[in-house]
């Protein structure tokens, strides 16, 4: 609906109590780009779309029947053969077309020349904690904890995406006129909650905007304590993304007459408001955020590490404490980069723990038949790829490589996504993507984010075996909230496993568990390579959707068929033993 030229635009209040409709603008950023000469599949062009599947369908006959074909024949002879050459098929490292939705195929020629070796000197740590702090959250101060449970309270009684997210919608005005009373009615929420008299007088007056800064405020704590702290808000986060995402729609705008999405506080952004960045280049500052942990290190060890540890902070503190920067200021400071560093420890570390058992159990010289073989045959087992053991080798450390360099740039990733998510010029459409409704959207700051990891991940494995395909605003994963919860599952699907094998020399000290350790694996030893020589095979073996597309080689598919293997662990025969460990599932908690 759109208002005569000469009259003028409802006013909110009008709009809330139903006595009008809001206006449209011609070119929403849910409306479909106008001059496309051809439909779209999952937003882009069908012809580009069915090229991707084309490429993914031959990649696919190459991993089942390459033995068949000859070593002469891949992937890339038989595009070009069938298919003809495309200047699109692969994203380089310069190009712009991370906008596109759909899989991006990421061009995995080598680009070592042009890079640094990496190393772990002094002043490439420094380097490193300088880079991190851009994107590491402020910890949350008391004052703002309160806040944070009037944000968790207003969102976990909310049912915004249940009435918004729907197909009875019959016009868009209908959605964007709810879309607007269950925002004001969060808004009104917060208010009343906070202040009973404010939030009388606005719900009242219908004035929001007198209290822009609070709400932006509050949405914003809630944003920095979900990145802070991934397994917390699993539900709540996603309402308050969708509805942040829909606050940004030009004609709501319009309405609202004020902006309430606002940057995530970081650490490098408080220190330069303070004019304070050189603490970030002292070299003390690796010792004073360093994660303290007792993994394999005796209690006075650990000990000694506390009070090397609170000594660097106390000196850190003393030498940068003035009248821009106070005492609690710096110490908040060094524990934000604190915080960061413990959730490596529980997200990262368990990835190169996995790394290290695939080393030091399984080396790529085993032969196919050797007992501890990692090689994998199509139709085997649930398998959908066919792997001899050094390439299977090869396919999981390359995996889990690059989940080590996801999981190290999470909080970094994290901030793209949201940038991605609230991007007012980045339209979205809602759409049944066969894992129900879903808003699918591009996300091209992720995807150069993939490029630059991806790189990183084959430079320290030094090949690349495999699909290249990142799947982003399309069916597999719709947008960038979908990416980021899928790589949060990976701790979650990997501390376990670690827990486990951790687990069992203690858990054979029981004589009858020895016992039943030794009459199903034969002896401690390999009871724990076992369960390895599985998870190495089947979590990397292709598995877990209806066709290749969705899963086999490309990089969201490697997770799927970890997913998969997570799914049909209780039918395993070492399923006693991750009882035994204290094992209870993969999937944590949904509660706060």
Same mark, same amino acid.
């Given at each position: 609906?759109?208002?005569?030229?000469?009259?003028?635009?409802?006013?909110?209040?009008?709009?809330?109590?139903?006595?009008?409709?809001?206006?449209?603008?011609?070119?929403?950023?849910?409306?479909?780009?106008?001059?496309?000469?051809?439909?779209?599949?999952?937003?882009?062009?069908?012809?580009?779309?069915?090229?991707?599947?084309?490429?993914?369908?031959?990649?696919?006959?190459?991993?089942?029947?390459?033995?068949?074909?000859?070593?002469?024949?891949?992937?890339?002879?038989?595009?070009?053969?069938?298919?003809?050459?495309?200047?699109?098929?692969?994203?380089?490292?310069?190009?712009?077309?991370?906008?596109?939705?759909?899989?991006?195929?990421?061009?995995?020629?080598?680009?070592?020349?042009?890079?640094?070796?990496?190393?772990?000197?002094?002043?490439?740590?420094?380097?490193?904690?300088?880079?991190?702090?851009?994107?590491?959250?402020?910890?949350?101060?008391?004052?703002?904890?309160?806040?944070?449970?009037?944000?968790?309270?207003?969102?976990?009684?909310?049912?915004?995406?249940?009435?918004?997210?729907?197909?009875?919608?019959?016009?868009?005005?209908?959605?964007?006129?709810?879309?607007?009373?269950?925002?004001?009615?969060?808004?009104?929420?917060?208010?009343?909650?906070?202040?009973?008299?404010?939030?009388?007088?606005?719900?009242?007056?219908?004035?929001?905007?007198?209290?822009?800064?609070?709400?932006?405020?509050?949405?914003?704590?809630?944003?920095?304590?979900?990145?802070?702290?991934?397994?917390?808000?699993?539900?709540?986060?996603?309402?308050?993304?969708?509805?942040?995402?829909?606050?940004?729609?030009?004609?709501?705008?319009?309405?609202?007459?004020?902006?309430?999405?606002?940057?995530?506080?970081?650490?490098?952004?408080?220190?330069?408001?303070?004019?304070?960045?050189?603490?970030?280049?002292?070299?003390?500052?690796?010792?004073?955020?360093?994660?303290?942990? +007792?993994?394999?290190?005796?209690?006075?060890? #650990? /000990?000694? &590490?506390? $009070?090397?540890?609170? =000594?660097?902070?106390?000196? %850190?503190?003393?030498?940068?404490?003035?009248?821009?920067?106070?005492?609690?200021?710096?110490?908040?400071?060094?524990?934000?980069?604190?915080?960061?560093?413990?959730?490596?420890?529980?997200?990262?570390?368990?990835?190169?723990?996995?790394?290290?058992?695939?080393?030091?159990?399984?080396?790529?010289?085993?032969?196919?038949?050797?007992?501890?073989?990692?090689?994998?045959?199509?139709?085997?087992?649930?398998?959908?790829?066919?792997?001899?053991?050094?390439?299977?080798?090869?396919?999981?450390?390359?995996?889990?490589?690059?989940?080590?360099?996801?999981?190290?740039?999470?909080?970094?990733?994290?901030?793209?996504?949201?940038?991605?998510?609230?991007?007012?010029?980045?339209?979205?459409?809602?759409? +049944?993507?066969?894992?129900?409704?879903?808003? #699918? /959207?591009? &996300?091209? $700051?992720?995807?150069? =984010?993939?490029?630059?990891? %991806?790189?990183?991940?084959?430079?320290?494995?030094?090949?690349?075996?495999?699909?290249?395909?990142?799947?982003?605003?399309?069916?597999?994963?719709?947008?960038?909230?979908?990416?980021?919860?899928?790589?949060?599952?990976?701790?979650?699907?990997?501390?376990?496993?670690?827990?486990?094998?951790?687990?069992?020399?203690?858990?054979?000290?029981?004589?009858?568990?020895?016992?039943?350790?030794?009459?199903?694996?034969?002896?401690?030893?390999?009871?724990?390579?076992?369960?390895?020589?599985?998870?190495?095979?089947?979590?990397?073996?292709?598995?877990?959707?209806?066709?290749?597309?969705?899963?086999?080689?490309?990089?969201?598919?490697?997770?799927?068929?970890?997913?998969?293997?997570?799914?049909?662990? +209780?039918?395993?025969?070492?399923?006693?033993?991750?009882?035994? &460990?204290?094992?209870?599932?993969?999937?944590?908690?949904?509660?706060?």
């Amino acid at each position: 609906m759109s208002s005569g030229s000469g009259a003028p635009p409802p006013s909110l209040s009008d709009v809330l109590d139903g006595r009008a409709e809001p206006v449209l603008s011609q070119n929403g950023p849910l409306d479909v780009k106008a001059g496309q000469g051809e439909p779209l599949v999952d937003g882009v062009p069908v012809s580009k779309a069915f090229r991707h599947r084309e490429k993914m369908l031959l990649q696919a006959v190459v991993e089942k029947y390459g033995e068949k074909l000859g070593k002469e024949v891949s992937a890339e002879s038989l595009v070009a053969e069938f298919l003809g050459e495309s200047s699109e098929d692969k994203i380089g490292k310069n190009s712009d077309s991370y906008t596109a939705r759909g899989a991006l195929d990421i061009d995995t020629e080598m680009e070592t020349n042009d890079e640094a070796s990496s190393s772990n000197s002094a002043e490439d740590l420094l380097a490193n904690i300088i880079d991190r702090a851009k994107y590491v959250p402020l910890r949350l101060t008391l004052p703002e904890r309160k806040l944070l449970r009037l944000c968790e309270a207003t969102l976990n009684v909310s049912e915004y995406t249940d009435k918004v997210d729907i197909l009875t919608w019959k016009s868009k005005t209908g959605r964007i006129h709810e879309q607007i009373r269950d925002i004001c009615a969060i808004l009104s929420g917060l208010a009343i909650a906070a202040d009973y008299e404010v939030g009388q007088k606005m719900i009242k007056d219908r004035t929001f905007e007198d209290n822009a800064e609070f709400f932006a405020m509050v949405f914003e704590i809630g944003r920095r304590h979900k990145i802070l702290n991934p397994e917390c808000m699993r539900t709540d986060y996603g309402k308050l993304i969708h509805m942040l995402m829909d606050s940004q729609h030009p004609d709501i705008q319009r309405l609202l007459e004020f902006n309430f999405v606002r940057k995530v506080r970081t650490v490098y952004d408080f220190l330069a408001d303070k004019q304070c960045l050189e603490l970030l280049k002292s070299p003390e500052i690796v010792v004073a955020t360093t994660a303290i942990v +007792d993994r394999n290190r005796s209690r006075g060890e #650990v /000990q000694q &590490a506390i $009070r090397v540890k609170e =000594a660097a902070v106390k000196r %850190l503190i003393h030498k940068f404490s003035s009248d821009n920067m106070s005492d609690e200021e710096i110490e908040w400071c060094l524990y934000s980069i604190g915080d960061n560093s413990s959730f490596l420890v529980f997200n990262r570390d368990p990835v190169d723990h996995m790394i290290e058992y695939l080393e030091a159990n399984f080396p790529p010289t085993l032969a196919n038949d050797h007992k501890r073989s990692l090689a994998i045959r199509a139709g085997s087992k649930g398998a959908r790829l066919s792997h001899g053991h050094s390439q299977q080798y090869q396919y999981a450390l390359q995996s889990l490589t690059l989940w080590r360099e996801i999981q190290n740039d999470m909080f970094k990733l994290w901030c793209l996504a949201e940038e991605d998510l609230l991007d007012s010029g980045n339209y979205y459409s809602l759409r +049944d993507t066969g894992q129900g409704l879903n808003r #699918v /959207q591009s &996300a091209p $700051r992720i995807g150069r =984010a993939m490029h630059e990891i %991806l790189h990183r991940a084959q430079k320290k494995v030094g090949s690349w075996i495999g699909s290249s395909v990142v799947h982003l605003g399309d069916h597999n994963v719709p947008n960038a909230l979908m990416f980021i919860d899928k790589y949060t599952q990976v701790p979650r699907i990997l501390n376990p496993i670690v827990n486990v094998i951790d687990s069992i020399p203690r858990l054979a000290e029981d004589k009858t568990v020895a016992e039943l350790m030794e009459r199903n694996c034969g002896s401690i030893k390999d009871c724990q390579l076992d369960i390895l020589q599985d998870f190495f095979k089947h979590a990397f073996d292709g598995s877990g959707a209806d066709n290749f597309y969705d899963a086999g080689s490309c990089i969201d598919g490697r997770l799927t068929s970890a997913w998969n293997w997570c799914n049909k662990l +209780d039918k395993k025969s070492y399923y006693p033993i991750f009882k035994l &460990a204290g094992f209870t599932g993969f999937d944590g908690s949904f509660k706060n």
